[in-house]
């Protein structure tokens, strides 16, 4: 998403890497190494309390502030809830990831919050039209009918911090789908 707004969308963007565990940041990192333009401004901001105080700060300075959050229950994850505008909850589609949809909004939070097939298989199955009816009805999340197949360039451009849109040979049905996603959440009126 982050990456889309920068390369696309030409906006001024900043990642904020809050998982613990870092893969955003590595990415952008791999960016760096290899001088691709347009470079990414990312900050690693992975305690609640910094979260509440330093994005706020950022949202004066860009266009956009991505929040990458791990779907644990942290105060990071908090924290982000707290002050964020929108609310993107990727969601494989299996019966076991269906059991973590609970949305607590915190206290004074307003966001518009989405949910998405992400790593869908290419083809439809009886499952993931299951899981799709239970994404529906979900009262107080959308639905987006944007889903991220699972594509190898997704986690090629991953390893380099590279969006799909910047990948050689370039994947049109990738490149689809994110456009897809993000202007149906993010970009939507």
Avoid: W
């Avoid at 990727?90 to 915190?106: I, K, M, Q, V």
């Avoid at 199955?125 to 979900?138: A, G, P, Y």
């Avoid at 594509?151 to 994110?178: D, I, Q, T, W």
Wanted: charged share 25%.
């Amino acid at each position: 998403v982050a990456l889309y707004l920068l390369v696309q969308k030409k906006a001024k963007v900043c990642l904020v890497d809050a998982d613990v565990q870092g893969s955003s940041n590595l990415a952008i990192q791999s960016r760096e190494k290899n001088f691709v333009s347009p470079k990414l401004k990312t900050e690693v901001i992975t305690d609640g309390g910094e979260i509440l105080t330093r994005v706020p700060k950022l949202n004066e300075k860009y266009e956009y502030v991505v929040i990458d959050v791990g779907g644990r229950e942290t105060d990071a994850l908090r924290a982000s809830m707290a002050i964020c505008d929108t609310l993107l909850i990727p969601c494989r589609p299996t019966g076991l990831d269906l059991l973590a949809f609970t949305l607590n909004e915190e206290a004074g939070a307003k966001f518009k919050a989405f949910v998405f097939i992400s790593q869908a298989h290419t083809r439809m199955t009886k499952n993931d039209h299951e899981v799709v009816q239970f994404l529906r009805s979900l009262d107080d999340i959308k639905y987006v009918d944007a889903k991220l197949t699972s594509r190898v360039v997704f986690e090629e451009a991953g390893n380099h911090g590279l969006s799909v849109y910047e990948m050689k040979p370039r994947n049109e049905k990738a490149c689809a789908e994110v456009r897809h996603l993000v202007n149906q959440t993010v970009l939507a009126k």
